[in-house]
């Protein structure tokens, strides 16, 4: 069996593990991670400028480096070794959590409960949540599944693919700091420096993935490069050109618009607008976790035909 078809086997196994067994509710690596950062951030962010982003580089390269290296030098072509990946992987997937997130928020907004989706919709973004009509929530759930799909799914199974476990982990520790430090505040805007910019390089790649594997859902298929011509415009304007990439890709295929201003941490901020035709409706929700998973089963769908190939030839 050659190494196409193995990784094909093992991102099968780790997306039907994540799909029967979820996130640990318990002791999940990320979250003890998380804690671990925001200790060391908190005894050592009280610089500003130069010395707050060396600090601040410093603190980000000592969190994200030790564990992929240590996985790089354990590498082996052993079947013990192929489980361990796909445990990793498996753990650094979260397309379950992403659609029961979502549903949560579905669920209420469909019987117009909307004090409990407004608490739902709280723990998917970081915007305030309290002011939401049902329009805004839906429109704040699809964004988040739309860009989610990519940090928490499709970009583990891209970097997975050409390096295995070692990447898998680099780019999911990265991607977690420049969630929690990547803010351009007064507190983060020096010290989260490093953690933003390497998850922009890392994400950079696996976003465009993640757009040609949303774009080819596209009905007819022929629209597919002027929907990335499109949103390779948009989110050059937005304020997350990765996560614009993604939403942008994600809206056109599914037909509506999303993105425009919102309320973040008590501020108004002003956004482009993203993907184009209608505004958002409810059963969009679905339809983006559905886009998201059907993404994540291209993706495999490609690797093990690329393995069958090899085997063949």
Same mark, same amino acid.
């Given at each position: 069996?050659?190494?196409?078809?193995?990784?094909?086997?093992?991102?099968?196994?780790?997306?039907?593990?994540?799909?029967?067994?979820?996130?640990?509710?318990?002791?999940?690596?990320?979250?003890?991670?998380?804690?671990?950062?925001?200790?060391?951030?908190?005894?050592?962010?009280?610089?500003?400028?130069?010395?707050?982003?060396? $600090?601040?580089?410093?603190? &980000?390269?000592?969190?994200?480096?030790?564990?992929?290296?240590?996985?790089?030098?354990?590498?082996?072509?052993?079947?013990?070794?192929?489980?361990?990946?796909?445990?990793?992987?498996?753990?650094?997937?979260?397309?379950?959590?992403?659609?029961?997130?979502?549903? %949560?928020?579905?669920?209420?907004?469909?019987?117009?409960? @909307?004090?409990?989706?407004?608490?739902?919709?709280?723990?998917?973004?970081?915007?305030?949540?309290?002011?939401?009509?049902?329009? %805004?929530?839906?429109?704040?759930?699809?964004? =988040?599944?739309?860009?989610?799909?990519?940090?928490?799914?499709?970009?583990?199974? *891209?970097? *997975?693919?050409?390096?295995?476990?070692?990447?898998?982990?680099?780019?999911?520790?990265?991607?977690?700091?420049?969630?929690?430090?990547?803010?351009?505040?007064?507190?983060?805007?020096? *010290?989260?420096? &490093?953690?933003?910019?390497?998850?922009?390089?890392?994400? *950079?790649?696996?976003?465009?993935? =993640?757009?040609?594997?949303?774009?080819? %859902?596209?009905?007819?298929?022929?629209?597919?490069?002027? $929907?990335?011509?499109?949103?390779?415009?948009?989110?050059?304007?937005?304020?997350?050109?990765?996560?614009?990439?993604?939403?942008?890709?994600?809206?056109?295929?599914?037909?509506?618009?999303?993105?425009?201003?919102?309320?973040?941490?008590?501020?108004?901020?002003?956004?482009?607008?993203?993907?184009?035709?209608?505004?958002?409706?409810?059963?969009?929700?679905?339809?983006?976790?559905?886009?998201?998973?059907?993404?994540?089963?291209?993706?495999?769908? &490609?690797?093990?035909? @690329?393995?069958?190939?090899?085997?063949?030839?």
């Amino acid at each position: 069996m050659n190494d196409w078809l193995i990784t094909a086997l093992q991102i099968a196994a780790a997306l039907l593990l994540d799909k029967i067994l979820g996130e640990p509710n318990r002791w999940h690596p990320l979250v003890g991670f998380g804690n671990i950062a925001k200790l060391l951030e908190k005894k050592t962010n009280n610089s500003h400028q130069g010395k707050g982003r060396f $600090i601040g580089s410093c603190c &980000c390269l000592v969190l994200v480096l030790p564990i992929p290296i240590l996985l790089f030098f354990l590498q082996a072509n052993t079947p013990l070794f192929w489980a361990l990946e796909t445990f990793i992987l498996y753990l650094a997937i979260a397309q379950h959590s992403l659609a029961a997130h979502a549903q %949560q928020i579905y669920y209420p907004l469909k019987h117009n409960d @909307l004090p409990k989706a407004r608490y739902f919709t709280g723990f998917m973004v970081s915007r305030d949540t309290q002011q939401l009509s049902k329009q %805004q929530m839906i429109r704040a759930t699809v964004e =988040s599944v739309l860009e989610n799909g990519h940090d928490g799914v499709i970009a583990s199974v *891209f970097y *997975f693919t050409i390096g295995g476990a070692p990447w898998v982990v680099l780019h999911r520790l990265i991607n977690t700091l420049d969630a929690m430090w990547g803010y351009k505040n007064s507190r983060f805007l020096h *010290f989260g420096w &490093c953690a933003a910019k390497l998850d922009d390089l890392l994400g *950079f790649f696996s976003a465009c993935t =993640s757009c040609l594997m949303y774009g080819l %859902q596209a009905r007819p298929v022929s629209k597919v490069a002027s $929907i990335l011509r499109c949103a390779w415009r948009q989110s050059q304007q937005y304020k997350s050109k990765n996560g614009g990439l993604c939403m942008s890709v994600g809206a056109q295929v599914l037909n509506f618009k999303i993105g425009g201003d919102a309320t973040y941490h008590g501020k108004p901020v002003i956004g482009v607008t993203l993907g184009a035709k209608r505004q958002v409706i409810l059963s969009d929700i679905p339809a983006s976790i559905k886009l998201v998973k059907q993404a994540s089963a291209l993706w495999l769908l &490609c690797i093990l035909i @690329l393995g069958i190939l090899c085997q063949i030839l």
